[in-house]
Each structure stands twice: as structure tokens, then as C-alpha cells.
């Protein structure tokens, strides 16, 4: 890239991708190397269970601080997906099938283990393909990295020969975080037991680092001297990870908060190691919808699958963009606002030319990596459909299309792609979410009088100018005529005499887009239903 196409380190975009970027930056230009060598950044994946949302939020990010640090300097970056598949099967996750047949492998690599699924090699084997395939779905560049695979190959051979030659000094960092007994047996090498495979937590013996070997004794008084190179021997996971940073020269790597202990020790271990430390963003967990962290193994809280069940996948990117250092959960009803966040930022970025520097605080221009197109938006939004979808009772795309087409005729799925995207998706989502919740309660004598009031008065607008600002307007001045104050009561009142909900759309653009005859008829079911709470589905 171009210097003038750079950013000014002094006037960094006010986006966190680029903070983090300016401290990759200069992370980089502290370390010997050629200038224009790559910046390799990491993301880590233990594949224990099924990858999930967590997984993908944590490449995204990294991509997008890639995307900035690339912008801010001119210079290449390498993202590098690494799987932890050397990593022993501690217990068996909730969400797989033949579990007994797991249990009969507990202690071995996850690489070594056949696949519970049946269609791969192992069980790694399975969950690195699912990785993959929806990191390749959202269009990620990225390398994979299997644990396996550079632990057999030879690729840290040379950082675990030198692990060796400081194998006390990573003990006395580690051993006082540990328990009594932990500590008496501790070493940062695991050994792979030649005869079961079982990954091994034992004492160490004696430590050759001249011919590269480990001496340990298992339960039954056998003697092994195992190679730490050539996959004979694994790291324990805090020496693993500094091991990686070591041998790989990694940048940057960002880890959830539940790591910051960790990353200090692996830190140090790397120092010991002769390596820097990368830089890192720590980011707060993801929650579910009782406020847990969720779990690859637990299987609570939304996989990607589902997520992109109710909603596009440029909403999904909005959601991990906002504020990583905040706790958010993540369930069900977070996807409307952040499909609705992302189509408020996409028309914000077409208003604003390619080179003016508010674009790239916008989180469209990271979520598209780069320009956003004039496709990119959609002329009504996801929670507008979703009301729609409602009031109509729509369980096919075609009847939410009778609609838009009266508000813009030119509308198709053809001309507006994302718009049909979400129309899909609303159909979906009202089925499964909205239409089951929806409860409608009776107006109070004031509210049913300023309802007659809005039915008369769109009567009045059938043959005239019903455009949504004046229709918006009406409502307003209806909701002061009745003496609602403040005046969001009276669009309380809309919505959940009208629509069954607490919130709902600007109700202008609503009529615009129902009609106003329909709407008419809407208010008068209202008025008509008994008392009794009408079953759910909506009045259309």
C-alpha cells in the first residue's frame, strides 16, 4: 500500500481495531527482521467440542486488527488458525454422539481419537473441518494450523530442544500456581505413552536437553526415555502456548478475560525461551441467556449455524465488533438489533466518500473489508420486517412482499439482494421468537379513545398524501391531542394493543408500509377484542 493511502498513526480512527493495530505496530518495529516481513497473528481453537460462536468471534476480530494494522502501515499480515488438537480429551462434551465410545479414549491426543461422528479420521479431525468450513463460509483469510501436524513434522523440534535446556526455570515460574501435589510432579513436557497413547502427566526423571529426551516412569515401574521432538511429547498448555509464540515469532494473539493469569505466565515462559511476549487485546466472555459463559462442551448459548438460521452473516460481524472489553450475552434476542445496527452503519458508510477518514471508524467498512457497495444496505429494516411479519401473520416471503412492494414498487429480490435476505430470515425468526411470545392487552378508556381518534383520522388520508413523515406526524399530534405525556407512552400503547410487544418500528414508516387501510382495520379488531387475551398471531 501506497504511503499517502495510509493512516496517520497520530489521528488513529476512532475504532478499536486500530488501537490495536498502532500496538501490533510498534510490537513489530521492536523486533529484529526484515521491515516488510508479515505481521503473524494468531487465533487458538481447542477442538474438544464443536466449534462455536466464540471461535468465530475471535478470528473475526483478529482479522479486522490484520485489516487496520495493513492500513495503518502498508504492511502484509499473516493470520494463522491454530488448532490445539495435540491436546489430550479430558472429559466428553455434552453434544456429541456415542459418547461411551469417547470415554474408552479419555487421556489421549484429540487428533488420536476416532470421530464420533463417523466421517473423519478422528475426533479433531471432524471439529477442525466444521472450523474450517464456516471460517471459509464467511470468506476469513486465514491459514490453518493443526498442533498435530507441527508437532510431527518437526516444525517446534528446535523450541523443544530448547524447552529442554530450560526446563527448571519454566518450572519454578509455573509450580507456585499450582497445588501441592501438582507441583511435586510438574514438568512442562507431557510424553505420549508409547504403549497407550495416553498423554502423560508424570514426574520427570531426568532431562537430557543434548540428546533431546525425557526419562520418566510409569505406574507399573517401566522406564521410558521418550523424545521430546518428532510428536513423542507435548507441551502442557501454558508452556505450549509460549512454546508457539517462541518458535513461530508470533505478533499478536487476543485471549478472553478468563486468561489473563495465563497469558502472564506464558509470557514469561516465552521470555525465558529467548522470545517477546506478542501484543493482545483481552476481550470479556460471552454469556447465555442466564448469564454463564458458554461452553464448546456445554453447547449453551447460539452456534454459528443458528445464528445464521435468523439473520445474515454481515449481523453477526456487527455483534462481535461492538465492544469486545464488554460483556454481552449472547442468545437469541440480541440477532434483530444487531442486524438492524449493521444496516444503520452500512447507509452512514454509502454516505460518506472512500476516502474520507470517518469511514474507517465504521464498523461496515470492517465487516466488508474495505469499500461498502451500493448493494450493501437494505430500505427497511430487520426489526420493521419482523412487525410486519406480525401484523400480517406471514409465514411465506411472498406475503411480506405484497407489502413492500406497495411502499417501494421498484423492490424486488432481484434489485434489493439483502433486502430478500432479510425477509427471509424475518420469516423465521417471527415463527420461532416472535409470534409465541406476542400477548396483546386491552386500552384503557383514554387509549381507546385517541385509537378511534387514529382510526378516523387515516380514513381522512385514504384518498390524500400518505407519505410515512406525514402519517408520523399524525400520530404525534394525536398521541398530544389525548394528553399522553410523555408522549412514548402513547407509542406503548401502539405497540402492545396493536402489534402484542413493549417495542416496535416508527410507526409512520409502519402504516406506510402496512397500509393505511389495514392499519384502520387493525385498530378496529383492537377495539373489538374481548377481554379475554387473544391467542397469539396478530390481528390482520
Request: with cysteine; hydrophobic share 40%.
Amino acid at each position: 500500500m501506497s504511503e499517502q493511502n495510509r493512516t496517520d498513526p497520530v489521528s488513529l480512527p476512532k475504532a478499536w481495531p486500530f488501537e490495536e493495530a498502532a500496538k501490533l505496530a510498534a510490537h513489530v518495529e521492536g523486533k529484529a527482521g526484515p521491515a516488510d516481513a508479515p505481521a503473524l497473528l494468531e487465533t487458538g481453537y481447542g477442538p474438544s467440542g464443536l466449534p462455536h460462536i466464540g471461535t468465530f468471534g475471535e478470528v473475526a476480530r483478529t482479522s479486522w486488527v490484520c485489516q487496520a494494522y495493513t492500513r495503518l502501515t502498508g504492511r502484509p499480515t499473516r493470520l494463522l488458525a491454530f488448532s490445539d488438537d495435540m491436546d489430550a480429551l479430558r472429559k466428553v462434551p455434552d453434544n456429541v454422539p456415542n459418547g461411551d465410545m469417547l470415554r474408552q479414549h479419555l487421556g489421549k491426543p484429540l487428533s488420536r481419537i476416532p470421530d464420533p461422528f463417523g466421517t473423519h479420521e478422528s475426533f479433531a479431525a471432524h471439529n477442525n473441518a466444521r472450523l474450517r468450513s464456516f471460517l471459509d463460509g464467511f470468506g476469513f483469510t486465514y491459514e490453518f494450523a493443526s498442533s498435530t501436524d507441527y508437532y510431527t513434522g518437526g516444525l517446534f523440534d528446535a523450541a523443544l530442544r530448547r524447552v529442554l535446556e530450560v526446563h527448571d526455570e519454566i518450572v519454578a515460574v509455573i509450580a507456585p500456581t499450582l497445588g501441592p501435589d501438582r507441583r511435586a510432579t510438574y514438568s512442562p513436557v507431557l510424553p505420549i505413552h508409547p504403549r497407550t497413547g495416553m498423554v502423560m502427566q508424570v514426574r520427570m526423571d531426568a532431562i537430557d536437553p543434548a540428546a533431546g529426551t525425557v526419562r520418566w516412569t510409569d505406574d507399573d515401574g517401566t522406564v521410558f526415555e521418550t523424545p521430546v521432538t518428532g510428536g513423542h511429547a507435548k507441551m502442557q498448555w501454558k508452556a505450549d502456548w509460549a512454546m508457539r509464540w517462541f518458535a513461530l515469532g508470533v505478533d499478536y494473539e487476543m485471549s478472553g478475560k478468563d486468561l489473563i493469569d495465563s497469558v502472564k505466565l506464558s509470557g514469561k515462559i516465552c521470555r525465558i525461551l529467548g522470545g517477546q511476549p506478542p501484543a493482545g487485546l483481552t476481550y470479556e466472555l460471552f454469556l447465555d441467556e442466564n448469564g454463564q459463559k458458554i461452553s464448546k462442551s456445554k453447547g449453551n448459548g447460539i452456534s454459528v449455524e443458528e445464528w445464521l438460521r435468523y439473520a445474515p452473516p454481515e449481523s453477526l460481524g456487527q455483534y462481535m465488533f461492538n465492544a469486545p472489553q464488554r460483556a454481552k450475552r449472547l442468545f437469541f434476542d440480541v440477532i434483530p438489533k444487531a442486524a438492524d445496527e449493521y444496516l444503520a452503519n452500512v447507509a452512514r458508510a454509502q454516505a460518506l466518500p472512500d476516502n474520507d477518514p470517518a469511514l474507517l471508524s465504521n464498523p461496515a467498512w470492517f465487516i466488508h473489508g474495505g469499500p461498502i457497495g451500493a448493494d450493501a444496505g437494505s430500505p427497511l429494516t430487520f426489526g420493521m420486517l419482523l412487525n410486519l411479519a406480525s401484523v400480517a401473520n406471514a409465514e411465506t416471503p411472498d406475503v411480506l412482499w405484497k407489502f413492500i412492494r406497495r411502499y417501494d414498487a421498484a423492490a424486488s429480490p432481484e434489485t434489493c439482494q439483502l433486502l430478500a435476505r432479510l425477509v427471509d430470515h424475518a420469516i423465521v425468526y417471527y415463527a420461532d421468537f416472535v409470534r409465541p411470545a406476542k400477548t396483546y392487552r386491552q386500552p384503557d378508556a383514554r387509549e381507546r379513545a385517541a385509537l378511534s381518534d387514529l382510526a378516523d383520522s387515516l380514513r381522512g388520508l385514504a384518498d390524500g398524501p400518505s407519505d410515512p413523515d406525514t402519517l408520523q406526524n399524525l400520530v404525534f399530534e394525536i398521541g398530544k391531542r389525548h394528553g399522553f405525556e410523555p408522549l412514548r407512552t402513547w407509542f406503548g400503547c401502539l405497540y402492545e394493543v396493536l402489534l402484542g410487544q413493549t417495542e416496535g418500528p416508527r410507526f409512520g414508516i409502519f402504516i406506510g408500509l402496512y397500509g393505511v387501510a389495514e392499519t384502520v382495520a387493525l385498530i378496529e379488531a383492537a377495539l373489538l377484542r374481548p377481554s379475554v387475551e387473544a391467542p397469539a398471531g396478530g390481528a390482520g
